[in-house]
């Protein structure tokens, strides 16, 4: 159980175009999903924390025109990063929880590359 | 501030016992988690701990948390070269906000 999917597992895109990502829980329903950011050999950095149905509370220094974040359902929360540039390059994750309980599972991550 | 630091490398042969350590600044968490990575991949759950707890156990997977001086232990027995990964410690902070903050990472090295 608590499975979170996200796809796509890879992306190339040509800077200037906007790129969405969408992280799902399979299994459970997630009140909360959270996206990070992570650089390489670098630990996690937290964007954004999306609540189903409420507007996104961004992390201090994200940008939240440039990162926008939707969470319009209990199973499915999305980030779509608009004019990508080369610096957006990153690797991105999702995580969630049912706000029951402590555990916060995440997904297997999004490989964004801005050429 | 909220901070959560280890260190960065570990190396150990195959079958012995693996320790990774983890110092957190804020007494009010609650849970702290025990992360693990594989290149490429999303971030497993290993296990948790509860703060009024000092150890727990799971099979390999050994937690102690010693509260009084922040610091967070994750001990595998009998390591096996599929070990090898980056392991993170997170806690919850305050707020009861779901947000988890991370160290930087253990990189874990078996070698055989």
């Known amino acids: 159980g608590a499975v979170v999917s996200q796809h796509p597992s890879r992306v190339i895109c040509k800077s200037g175009t906007s790129v969405k990502i969408e992280c799902r829980s399979l299994?459970?329903?997630?009140?909360?999903m959270f996206w990070y950011r992570q650089f390489p050999k670098q630990s996690l950095m937290l964007m954004a924390t999306?609540?189903?149905?409420?507007?996104?509370?961004?992390e201090q220094g994200v940008e939240k025109d440039k990162f926008l974040i939707n969470h319009a359902s209990l199973t499915l929360s999305t980030l779509t990063v608009t004019s990508a540039h080369p610096e957006d390059s990153s690797f991105y994750i999702c995580?969630?929880?049912?706000?029951?309980?402590?555990?916060?599972?995440f997904g297997p991550g999004t490989r964004l590359t801005v050429t | 501030g909220e901070d959560v630091e280890q260190s960065l490398f570990l190396s150990v042969r195959e079958g012995d016992s693996s320790v990774i350590n983890c110092t957190y600044t804020?007494?009010?968490?609650?849970?702290l988690y025990w992360y693990k990575q594989e290149p490429g991949a999303g971030l497993q759950l290993l296990t948790y701990?509860?703060?009024?707890?000092d150890m727990k156990q799971d099979q390999r997977l050994t937690v102690l948390l010693n509260k009084k001086d922040k610091h967070l232990s994750l001990r595998i027995a009998d390591t096996q070269t599929g070990d090898s990964a980056i392991y993170f410690c997170?806690?919850?902070?305050?707020?009861?906000?779901?947000?988890?903050?991370f160290g930087q990472g253990t990189t874990l090295q078996v070698k055989p």
């Open positions: 804020d007494s009010s968490s609650t849970y």
């Open positions: 299994d459970f329903q997630a009140t909360t």
């Open positions: 995580s969630a929880t049912t706000g029951f309980s402590y555990e916060q599972y």
């Open positions: 701990i509860f703060s009024n707890m």
């Open positions: 997170a806690e919850n902070g305050s707020g009861n906000t779901g947000k988890l903050i």
């Open positions: 999306s609540n189903e149905g409420s507007k996104a509370t961004y």
